[in-house]
């Protein structure tokens, strides 16, 4: 996620991704003692 551009394993920051992290993101909120 943080790499420079010219690194070879360089990519934008992609679908799975933000799917992952906003999945995170509701599991903490339906879940705030975890």
Request: with cysteine.
């Amino acid at each position: 996620m943080m790499r420079s551009p010219d690194h070879k394993n360089y990519r934008e920051c992609g679908d799975q991704f933000l799917r992952n992290f906003l999945r995170g993101l509701t599991q903490r909120v339906h879940n705030p003692k975890a």
